[in-house]
């Protein structure tokens, strides 16, 4: 998609306060996607033992299944630009409100484990979609002088959907007995936890019918008076439009289209800070910050905490990543990218350590020793409000910083599915090697985040408080 950073002419500046609520309103409808990312993303957590129990599988086989629907997302991610440039924002968000419920309702009824791997795949497009097509638009219609706290709001959508789904599966487990295969509503506890995102993929849907096209993909198709009028709704009546289209215009025709052959070059293929944003992009994967999300109520049953304790646990983890997150949007344009990371990386160990310092030992009656059962619990959420407040946030204001104008967007790209197959390499891998020695796999994570303080010490630059060409 083409990128978004014309500069505003200064009667753009602000917006008539009376229009603000309105450009409120289509900002937090937009990214409902964002929350649909987030909820589609954890919601496995509640079926995943139930999954493993009703089609009797092995660990490595429910891995594949669970983190099949990042294949989705990679691809959802690299087409949605495109489909966007070609069919309109409002469009593209529709499709993906269409496959978020499809899959809802798929993964609720699958018929044999195939099946449901293959609606996981479908909703991950979906999520792929949401995660390229919700920042965008809401950058095109964000007055400039709102578009930071405007665009903030994907970021926030998406940590409250993951929160969110932690608690309505708490809530259906408890209502089910405690059992996640427990009759609920005619079926079992798990497929009612998949099923349930019906309600916000459809209202996603809905509130798609009620919010603008982006004035900028209208201006591309030669659509310029139905732009104005979407300009005056979103910046007040105190601008020339004629001037803004022209100022639109310009900029989209002076964008340079990178490519992948821009990144080429330096002695190991690509460019050092296109692998600078990949190692950044691994980074906060192999840190294991997924397995929070998509594992957490295995986990804890795995060390003796029964189901409904463990889905709580799951909720908590998720509010305190939304704290994380929040205190990360305070601060990142404070104290500066990089200070923020190496905060979150040292935070990272210190509960990742404590975490395969309490795994080491071994179960008494199928539980772990009361002592360590608590500091496994509290590493945790130590460990998930480190990353929430740092590199959660913090990777993606670099990817979008760092890259020097000509090569920003495809550099972005190659960074993002690095990303995208980083998540799938710690989630697929998990179940086996927690199989195989717990603790040993929270070692490797520790090791990880300590890896990465070095690496951000002498390759990451700041790019705090500089302008996007000052980039080299």
Same mark, same amino acid.
């Given at each position: ?20 609520? @309105? ?16 909820? +589609? ?43 966007? +440039? ?6 593209? /968000? ?11 309702? %798929? ?7 195939? +099946? ?5 795949? !479908? ?9 390229? !097509? ?7 219609? $964000? ?46 506890? *798990? ?58 215009? @310009?900029? /989209? @025709?002076?964008?340079?289209? $990178? ?13 050092? !800070?296109? *692998?600078?944003?990949? %190692? ?81 030992? +071994? ?10 059962? *608590? ?5 945790? @959420? ?13 990777? *993606? ?76």
């Amino acid at each position: 998609m083409a990128s978004t950073s014309q500069a505003p002419s200064p009667g753009a500046r602000t917006a008539h306060p009376d229009h603000l609520g @309105h450009v409120i309103f289509i900002a937090a409808a937009a990214a409902m996607g964002g929350f649909l990312f987030g909820y +589609d993303s954890s919601v496995i957590n509640g079926a995943v033992e139930a999954i493993r129990d009703r089609y009797d599988v092995g660990s490595a086989v429910l891995a594949q299944v669970i983190a099949i629907a990042l294949i989705g997302c990679a691809i959802g991610a690299a087409t949605a630009g495109r489909i966007a +440039d070609r069919i309109g924002r409002i469009r593209c /968000m529709q499709i993906a409100a269409v496959l978020f419920t499809v899959s809802a309702v %798929g993964s609720a009824l699958p018929f044999a484990l195939w +099946d449901l791997a293959m609606w996981r795949v !479908i909703g991950g497009f979906a999520i792929g979609m949401a995660s390229v !097509i919700g920042p965008a638009y809401i950058a095109e219609v $964000s007055p400039p002088a709102y578009r930071g706290r405007l665009g903030s709001f994907q970021q926030a959508a998406i940590v409250i959907g993951i929160a969110v789904s932690q608690l309505v599966n708490w809530g259906l487990l408890n209502a089910a007995g405690g059992d996640q295969r427990g009759e609920l509503m005619g079926l079992e506890a *798990w497929q009612v936890m998949l099923g349930v995102m019906v309600i916000p993929a459809v209202l996603y849907g809905l509130l798609s019918f009620a919010i603008p096209e982006s004035p900028r993909f209208l201006i591309s198709v030669g659509k310029h008076e139905r732009a104005k009028k979407i300009l005056e709704e979103v910046e007040g009546k105190d601008v020339d439009f004629d001037a803004r289209v022209t100022e639109i215009e @310009h900029a /989209m @025709h002076s964008e340079e289209k $990178s490519s992948f052959k821009d990144l080429l070059g330096g002695s190991f293929f690509f460019k050092p !800070i296109v *692998w600078i944003g990949i %190692g950044l992009s691994v980074f906060q994967q192999f840190v294991g910050i997924n397995v929070a999300f998509y594992y957490s109520s295995t986990l804890w049953q795995s060390v003796g905490v029964n189901p409904a304790d463990s889905f709580f646990y799951s909720f908590t983890t998720s509010i305190i990543n939304i704290i994380g997150t929040v205190i990360a949007m305070i601060f990142v344009d404070r104290v500066g990218r990089k200070p923020l990371a190496l905060i979150g990386s040292v935070g990272m160990v210190i509960g990742l350590a404590l975490e395969a310092w309490a795994f080491s030992f +071994d179960l008494v009656d199928g539980k772990l020793p009361a002592t360590q059962g *608590w500091v496994a619990l509290i590493a945790a @959420h130590v460990f998930v409000l480190f990353f929430a407040l740092s590199w959660g946030v913090v990777v *993606w204001v670099f990817l979008g910083e760092m890259f020097p104008n000509r090569i920003r967007a495809a550099a972005l790209g190659v960074a993002a599915s690095a990303q995208w197959i980083a998540n799938w390499a710690i989630t697929a891998s998990f179940p086996s090697l927690a199989d195989w020695n717990l603790s040993g796999t929270y070692v490797i994570y520790t090791i990880f985040a300590a890896l990465s303080i070095p690496f951000v010490l002498k390759f990451v630059k700041e790019t705090k408080g500089k302008a996007l060409e000052e980039m080299g």
